[in-house]
């Protein structure tokens, strides 16, 4: 009896992970889908290099207004609302940029899928948090980051059926598919239950306990109901504001959250994100669909990494997976950028050596800086202020990623040396001029060597150290690389 109601909480504790991680595949979806969508609406639009990166730059504005709102709309309306109100924005987003009539328009329909993409970026994996067993809570909020990357490949792959040379609007359909997932997050939240911890908080403790015993192994929910209703009353007894996190030993945590984000970020991994096509169409490659045929291919090596960055974090620890990560990301680069200087003696070998080194370098930062941003920051900070520390380093994570994404195509075209720029004719005989990448890889490049100098310094390791112990560590002003447990 006890073996099948064991069973039974798995299964429910599956369906509902399986259905709110749904808004982890639209996060990945919608940032994805414009990399294959952007060759056709530069030739649909004629779009000059400042309106694409404007383009696929407006859907991160909108997150960052998203992740600014989440943390106080769920306190207020719960963790459920918050997610539906995040699906039907997904669906209009998506009806919006398919239906856009003009470039401002679709970048105004971005800012409005953003702000759902940054809403469910926040909301989602705290629901999923909430509502999971004790036991097995790590594996469902690591199937998040999981449905992103598979959100994205997706995205490619959605991108790559609707390609079409020979109709420079076949991106409207590449869009307009975003509203089936969004379907599928609305109707099944409406038959999720609220999370147990928001209805504890709410004072509902009958509904709260209940939907903790459907969840819970039932050996272990009298310890865990016990525990929730202790967290609860420690977050009220001792509510954070946001100057706590300014004290002089947090500082150095602040610190280190914030500049992971920025080497994450600024070594260029949402270029080949969001413009792998562009890249791939620049090292020769004939025809956007091509382009997206060969972007298919990073989306998958993207979830494999990541699937094997989940069995590597715990094993080898973040130190080692940080500066592995990174070297080999930055030789990646480095490389890159040597090929497509000296593009003319390569021919048409230039296109497959891009490729190869694109997935090289995707599959270093999918085992490294992927994971590792997040979880970093979700371990450095004392509970107290865990919640302000993380918020501050997801903003910062946005506001990076924007910032790289909106300079992309400026860098390379402010790094393309007179007579090194790339030359090419669309399906329909149209001739094009792209900048030469080299110096933004060449600088991407240069960041990765900064971000090991950083790292060597201030980049603890947290496996195995309790919270308490990384507190008492920053207490006593100890140094980040001296943290270790034991």
């Known amino acids: ?17 399986a259905i709110a991680s749904t808004g982890g595949l639209l996060f990945g979806f919608d940032t994805g889908v414009i990399s294959g969508a952007l060759p056709f609406l530069k030739q649909s639009w004629n779009l000059t290099s400042g309106q694409q990166e404007w383009i696929t730059t407006a859907a991160l504005i909108g997150a960052v207004l998203g992740a600014l709102l989440s943390g106080r709309l769920t306190d207020i309306f719960g963790r459920k609302k918050v997610i539906l109100v995040a699906a039907v924005i997904f669906a209009a987003g998506s009806l919006l940029t398919g239906a856009a009539s003009s470039p401002t328009f679709l970048a105004l329909a971005r800012i409005v899928l953003g702000i759902a993409i940054g809403v469910s970026s926040f909301t989602v994996p705290l629901y999923i948090a909430e509502i999971s067993p004790t036991k097995t809570r790590g594996a469902m909020v690591s199937s998040f980051q999981l449905m992103i990357t598979i959100g994205i490949v997706a995205s490619y792959f959605s991108d790559l059926a609707f390609a ?9 359909w590449m869009f307009y598919v975003g509203i089936f997932p969004a379907i599928i997050l609305f109707v099944g939240m409406l038959f999720l239950p609220e999370s147990p911890r928001f209805l504890l908080g709410k004072g509902k403790e009958e509904e709260g306990k209940r939907v903790l015993q ?8 009298e310890l865990a109901f016990e525990k929730l209703k202790e967290e ?5 007894d001792t509510k954070a504001s946001f100057k706590d996190i300014f004290k002089p030993h947090l500082r150095t945590a602040l610190f280190i959250a914030i500049g992971i984000m920025f080497v994450q970020q600024f070594v260029g991994i949402n270029t080949v ?3 792998a096509p562009t890249i791939f169409i620049i090292a020769g490659f004939s025809g956007a669909k091509a382009a997206i045929a060969a972007t298919v291919s990073v989306g998958i090596v993207n979830v494999l990494a990541t699937i094997v960055a989940m069995f590597l974090i715990d094993k080898i620890g973040r130190r080692k997976l940080y500066f592995i990560g990174l070297v080999g990301m930055g030789l990646s680069l480095l490389s890159l950028g040597f090929f497509f200087l000296f593009k003319d003696s390569l021919g048409d070998n230039l296109r497959y050596i891009t490729v190869a080194l694109v997935l090289v370098y995707i599959i270093f930062f999918a085992i490294s800086l992927g994971p590792l941003g997040w979880l970093i920051i979700s371990e450095i900070f004392p509970l107290k202020v865990r919640g302000v520390g993380m918020s501050i380093g997801s903003l910062a994570n946005w506001l990076f990623n924007a910032v790289v994404t909106f300079t992309f195509l400026k860098v390379a075209w402010a790094f393309t040396p007179a007579g090194l720029e790339i030359v090419n004719k669309t399906a329909d005989g149209t001739v094009t001029h792209d900048p030469n990448p080299a110096g933004a890889f060449f600088l991407y490049a240069a960041i990765s060597i900064v971000g090991i100098i950083w790292g060597i310094r201030y980049i603890p390791e947290t496996k195995g ?10 207490k ?4 980040p690389n001296e943290l270790r447990k034991g």
Request: no cysteine.
């Open 164 to 172: 079409n040379e020979l109709n420079a609007f076949s991106w409207r």
């Open 214 to 221: 459907m969840v819970e192994e039932p050996a272990l929910f």
């Open 232 to 236: 609860i009353r420690f977050d009220k």
């Open 273 to 275: 994100i969001y413009y």
């Open 476 to 479: 006593q002003g100890k140094k």
């Open 1 to 17: 009896m006890a073996n099948g109601k064991v069973r039974q909480n798995k299964a429910i504790v599956i369906v509902i992970a």
């Open 465 to 474: 150290v309790t919270l308490e112990e990384i507190e008492e560590h920053w």
